[in-house]
DNA sequence: CCCCTGCTTCGCACTATGTGCGAATCGCCG
DNA sequence: CGGCGATTCGCACATAGTGCGAAGCAGGGG
């Protein structure tokens, strides 16, 4: 088809093609016309046509009668509720959330693990006890500076603990993080130990954070339940956040399908 | 390629498989394997490891370390985020509702006309005052049975409005429901002329809803602003609620970008 | 009323791209 | 060490995908 290598194709290129549409129609926030597609994507006109109809067909793009421009269509919404399913963001596990929020006064997350992503699917706050900075529901970066990045890379052996680490690093977020490796294996270590992950003030200066793990049915750790609490209050409220957020992971537990 | 014809492909067909391989897994909570989805696809392994390979490099697919199941990635919730931003639930637009809903103690919807859908975009309601039956946000049948769905008919133009009605049909939903194309037309007429739109008991029994337009900076009209009572509320309130809405509805048009 | 300008579809020729099949590897469990 | 699933590789074929150019449409001014 085309002359030369274009950046990042690893694949079937139609398929990277329709999916580089939608990402493109969806960063414009009124949709992109026919041509502009084409033109930033560098392709033939039959060729763009024959895709947009392709995933018009599907309602995965859809357009306003009379418009000529294109916009993300429902199939895209089924697709972002398929995932919210498959991140265990069910109404009763919102309900363990919020009653875990109510109990402790301080905001509750449950988190997802997804390959090397941390999904949050979840926020349990409140005007009064808000969520961690700028911390939504959605895919993070997953670190080893939060609780629930602990909880995940505890989750794997040394070695994959390794490999992600030389993939992402181990940034220094503030005075207080971990970046020696050595470090951060033994602390894993105690994390599998105690089954349970804090973190104070490696994240986010004067926050403190405790996770503790959920199970999928087989036994597997699948994700966490947290909260977050002023770095200062963590010494005389440790021991009734702990089991807090132990009972809520369970709880959570046993409301996980797979 | 393959033999015989396989139903419903229109278009590209390797791009068509890649969006079929993502509702497939969508589908199943707790992912696919590669094995499956090449057999419920009726895919070579070749092919599929291939396709597979593409949808994970661009994160529409990912995979638990050690798993062999695929599952969503966060491209996936990219584009989702991204939908929600096309149908203007941004947070100003959230909390105009918010302050309808508790100006008249009624639950307050924006929704937004895609095509020939709309898009239920956000519902500020309260256990006091629980949201119309079964809706919740995302994509519902447009219907002309419904507040909202009549402003979206009153902005096309009749031919376009008989096309719809040929497409979709007229369902009757309950005993006030109309039926008939010339009662509609002239209905739609007085909803052009007073740019609001009002049903009752038509969509659902005991219900009332009353609907005002959203227009883009353009002046097209891209959505609705709307309420639901009680209908036997509604003769006392009807002016208080049409200014409300009005005034809702405008608030939000001023927040819209494009 | 008709031309002009963009959007969209069509037809065609070419071959790169996507494909199936089978075999080779890999990785894990017993 | 043997066996079994998952995954990758190699290869030959032709289909599916592509670009280009031209033909339809639709709408809006003049």
């Given at each position: 088809?085309?002359?030369?290598?274009?950046?990042?194709?690893?694949g079937?290129?139609?398929?990277?093609?329709?999916?580089?549409?939608?990402?493109?129609?969806?960063?414009?926030?009124?949709?992109?016309?026919?041509?502009?597609?084409?033109?930033?994507?560098?392709?033939?006109?039959?060729?763009?046509?024959?895709?947009?109809?392709?995933?018009?067909?599907?309602?995965?793009?859809?357009?306003?009668?009379?418009?000529?421009?294109?916009?993300?269509?429902?199939?895209v919404?089924?697709?972002?509720?398929?995932?919210?399913?498959?991140?265990?963001?069910?109404?009763?596990?919102?309900?363990?959330l919020?009653?875990?929020?109510d109990?402790?006064?301080?905001?509750?997350?449950?988190?997802?693990?997804?390959?090397?992503?941390?999904?949050?699917?979840?926020?349990?706050d409140?005007?009064?006890?808000?969520?961690?900075?700028?911390?939504?529901?959605?895919?993070?970066?997953?670190?080893?500076?939060?609780?629930?990045?602990k909880?995940?890379?505890?989750?794997?052996?040394?070695?994959?603990?390794?490999?992600?680490?030389?993939?992402?690093?181990?940034?220094?977020?503030?005075?207080?993080?971990?970046?020696?490796?050595?470090?951060?294996?033994?602390?894993?270590?105690?994390v599998?130990?105690?089954?349970?992950?804090?973190?104070?003030?490696?994240?986010?200066?004067?926050?403190?954070?405790?996770?503790?793990?959920?199970?999928?049915?087989?036994?597997?750790?699948?994700?966490?339940?947290?909260?977050?609490?002023?770095?200062?209050?963590?010494?005389?409220?440790?021991?009734?956040?702990?089991?807090?957020?132990?009972?809520?992971?369970w709880?959570v537990?046993?409301?996980?399908?797979?």
């Open positions: 088809m085309s002359a030369v290598e274009r950046r990042g194709g690893a079937i290129q139609s398929a990277e093609r329709a999916l580089r549409i939608l990402e493109l129609v969806g960063a414009a926030p009124t949709g992109l016309t026919a041509a502009e597609i084409a033109d930033r994507l560098g392709l033939g006109q039959s060729t763009t046509y024959r895709l947009l109809a392709t995933l018009q067909h599907d309602d995965y793009l859809a357009r306003q009668p009379g418009e000529h421009r294109y916009i993300l269509g429902r199939s919404d089924e697709l972002g509720r398929a995932l919210q399913v498959q991140l265990v963001a069910t109404d009763p596990v919102r309900a363990v919020r009653a875990l929020h109990a402790v006064h301080a905001p509750a997350y449950l988190t997802v693990f997804r390959g090397d992503d941390i999904a949050v699917a979840h926020i349990a409140s005007p009064d006890h808000p969520r961690i900075g700028q911390l939504h529901v959605g895919f993070a970066e997953a670190s080893h500076t939060t609780a629930f990045g909880l995940m890379l505890a989750s794997r052996d040394d070695a994959a603990v390794a490999r992600f680490l030389e993939r992402r690093g181990a940034a220094r977020l503030t005075a207080s993080s971990i970046t020696d490796a050595a470090t951060l294996r033994d602390q894993l270590d105690e599998r130990a105690q089954q349970l992950a804090v973190e104070v003030e490696e994240y986010l200066p004067k926050l403190a954070c405790i996770a503790a793990p959920v199970r999928s049915p087989a036994g597997r750790v699948v994700g966490a339940v947290s909260v977050s609490v002023s770095s200062k209050d963590l010494p005389s409220r440790a021991w009734e956040l702990e089991r807090a957020v132990r009972r809520g992971a709880q537990s046993a409301r996980v399908a797979g």
